[in-house]
């Protein structure tokens, strides 16, 4: 089991740089597919990034392409999700998850969620 905890979520100008981080406790966070996910009000779960266990396997929601990059320390039970070029539709409750299963995109792969950090992206 893996318990995890987001956290670098804020308010940012369009335009702007965040760095989300997911925190796990456990000590088999290496054999996990760690994914970010997002929600915005009134909106379904979306898939926004994940990584593979070997960190060199990555990837990326259509909407984020190019502008946000996950990565993985082990060592420091710690996946980044780095988002530049910020827009206002980027505001959501961002979430990672962590997946027993092949890295895919579908929400019900994940088995570990963490409670969430909020990102706002004012124009």
């Known amino acids: 089991q893996v318990q995890l905890v987001e956290s670098g979520g804020g308010l940012v100008q369009a335009g702007g740089s965040l760095r989300l981080s997911c925190t796990a406790s456990g000590r088999t966070f290496s054999s996990y597919v760690i994914g970010w996910f997002r929600q915005a009000p009134g909106k379904e779960r979306e898939f926004v990034a994940a990584i593979g266990r070997n960190k060199n396997t990555k990837y990326y929601g259509d909407s984020v392409k190019g502008r946000f990059t996950i990565s993985r320390d082990n060592a420091k039970v710690t996946v980044y999700l780095q988002m530049n070029s910020l827009k206002p539709e980027d505001t959501a409750v961002y979430y990672c998850?962590?997946?027993?299963?092949?890295?895919?995109?579908?929400?019900?792969?994940?088995?570990?969620w963490g409670q969430g950090t909020q990102v706002t992206v004012s124009s």
């Open positions: 998850a962590a997946s027993g299963a092949t890295m895919d995109s579908r929400r019900d792969l994940y088995d570990y």
